[in-house]
């Protein structure tokens, strides 16, 4: 056997009144067999045959994987890999849980849906989960009955090997694969378990550090439109508020099936996201305008009009510079046009209908509902009722009439939002 397994001596376990085994009498239930006639979770082919056939499948695998951003999807499809490709039906998915030191089932085949949710304690003396995760190799029992270490399993299993998940910052959990046969795993068949964990692993490492990127790229720009909105104390919650109103009116905007094709989960994450952006031009506009109390002259205005195309170029450049994300791109749409109008009379480029970008119409009125019920320290606030009635009025002169009638009938959780984030 390979020199990465441990290959326990098949000692019998003390007997129970009975004859039964202390193995068949752990209080193993959650992971028992599922009924008879019940809905295999997943149908699979009859597996390839031979040892190079298993990799070439696996090198498939390895191509799907690869394009995978969420990890449940990973486990479900590995899991799949593991029926399907190995031949293994029973297996399971547990993720180290460093808060309450437990190895917590995310995924399964073969076992009932009891173990749902099961944590396997890592204090605890026995288990080969726990040994391969604490030891950080794979682990085999070619006859779990005979191993001391083994607990807590269907007791109609005879073999079981469990390889550490293993990332660069130690193991992520365990990949648990059990056949009801004596010493089912081969050499061949360990290699291929251990290469198809290897794979999982990879793709979960390389998750976790899209996810990181993701989180600093967000932080870093949330930073730079903090930046811009502390040059006025006034609009202390403005960026929030206006996420939050983005989120709203785009999640009803995606229920509206001429914007089905457009509009998803990704498009409204985002959206939230690249709102915060739409002022980010005026750290470009001097103080004396930017924080004047009383109302700007024409040529005033029209300085403070130029923070629209300050934001949009700013952003512009980095896309130049680092390329198109589709975060900054919707940025970039948002911090030129948040104030093109309707009708076309707004500012900085006369856009008028749908050429001014969808995502610059929803802000468009996400930040007119919150300037005119926000003080500011050149003006009072006036009420959610009259703001309303001000946007109704100005529906398809300023606003897109559609989303002018959806704020409409979101207009109650727009006073929600306003309150719960209140200067």
């Known amino acids: 056997m390979s020199q990465l397994l441990t290959q326990y001596p098949e000692q019998d376990s ?36 031979g040892f190079a056939a298993k990799l070439a499948a696996m090198q498939e695998l390895n191509g799907r994987l690869t394009f995978m951003r969420e990890a449940e999807n ?46 396997v304690p890592l204090d605890r003396e026995l288990g080969l989960c726990r040994l391969a995760f604490r030891e950080e190799r794979p682990i085999y029992a070619s006859d779990v009955l005979s191993d001391p270490n083994y607990f807590l399993a269907d007791p109609e299993l005879r ?63 949330l930073g730079m439109a903090r930046l811009a909105e502390s040059r006025d104390g006034a609009m202390a919650g403005h960026l929030d508020r206006i996420c939050a109103y983005a989120r709203l009116l785009a999640g009803e905007l995606s229920r509206d099936e001429r914007y089905a094709g457009l509009i998803d989960e990704e498009y409204v994450e985002t959206l939230t996201r690249s709102s915060a ?49 589709f975060m900054l791109k919707m940025g970039a749409d948002i911090a030129w046009s948040h104030h093109e109008r309707w009708d076309g009379s ?25 300037a005119l019920t926000s003080q500011r320290i050149y003006k009072a606030a006036i009420a959610h009722d009259q703001a309303s009635g001000i946007v109704c009025h100005d529906a398809g002169s300023h606003f897109d009439p559609l989303l002018a009638a959806l704020f409409l009938r979101l207009a109650s959780e727009f006073r929600s939002i306003h309150h719960r984030h209140r200067d």
């Open 14 to 49: 003390p007997a129970a009144p009975g004859g039964e085994s202390r193995v068949r009498r752990a209080a193993a239930r959650p992971f028992a067999a599922p009924r008879p006639g019940a809905t295999p979770s997943a149908v699979r082919s009859e597996p390839p045959s």
């Open 74 to 119: 990973v486990f479900q499809e590995v899991m799949t890999a593991a029926q399907s490709i190995l031949g293994y039906d029973i297996c399971a998915v547990l993720i180290h849980e460093p808060r309450d030191r437990t190895l917590r089932i995310r995924a399964w085949r073969g076992y009932a849906d009891s173990v749902e949710g099961v944590a």
């Open 159 to 221: 073999s079981e090997l469990v390889i550490p998940i293993r990332a660069r910052g130690g193991p992520l959990g365990v990949f648990d694969f059990a056949s009801r046969q004596l010493c089912a795993f081969a050499d061949e068949d360990v290699r291929l378990c251990c290469m198809l964990v290897d794979q999982m692993a990879t793709c979960l490492e390389n998750i976790r550090l899209f996810d990181e990127l993701a989180s600093t790229r967000d932080a870093i720009i």
């Open 277 to 325: 952006l739409h002022d980010i031009g005026k750290v470009g506009i001097p103080d004396s305008i930017l924080l004047k109390p009383g109302r700007l002259t024409r040529d005033e205005f029209d300085i403070m009009k130029t923070h629209a195309g300050i934001g949009g170029g700013t952003i512009e450049e980095m896309i130049q510079r680092h390329g198109s994300l």
């Open 346 to 370: 707004g500012y900085p480029r006369g856009l008028a209908g749908e050429a001014i970008p969808l995502s610059a119409r929803i802000v468009a009125i996400c930040d007119v509902y919150d």
